[in-house]
């Protein structure tokens, strides 16, 4: 595994976004969930409930906590969309304790980010 997500996932760090670019990088963070806990958020650059949820995680990082929130976009990789079945963007997908859960309904995915 690229050596900077281990760091990343291990250390207990204010709130940060990582944009995922290969997907490589994705499947082994989520081969890891049930090692690790995180969050990965599926958008597109068209959407506009995207578009204005990324707009709002600049204030999200900025809160108290030590999530690492890893963006994946539908222009960049578009194959892993598959790998839970994304339908609609955006989509939230969450491993808490080796529990993948999967949040497409849009006013929880907000809800998530406290919008």
Avoid at 83 to 102: E, F, S
Wanted: a positive charge.
């Amino acid at each position: 595994m690229v050596k900077w997500i281990q760091k990343l996932l291990r250390k207990k760090m204010p709130r940060t976004i990582e944009k995922l670019e290969k997907e490589s990088t994705l499947n082994n963070i989520l081969r890891r969930k049930r090692e690790i806990n995180f969050n990965v958020l599926y958008y597109s650059k068209w959407d506009k409930h995207s578009i204005e949820l990324l707009k709002h995680l600049d204030e999200w990082v900025t809160k108290e906590g030590d999530e690492t929130l890893f963006i994946v976009n539908s222009w960049d990789l578009p194959h892993a969309f598959v790998a839970y079945n994304v339908t609609q963007v955006p989509c939230l997908v969450q491993a808490i304790k080796g529990r993948i859960r999967k949040t497409e309904y849009l006013p929880y995915v907000y809800k998530s980010f406290k919008y």
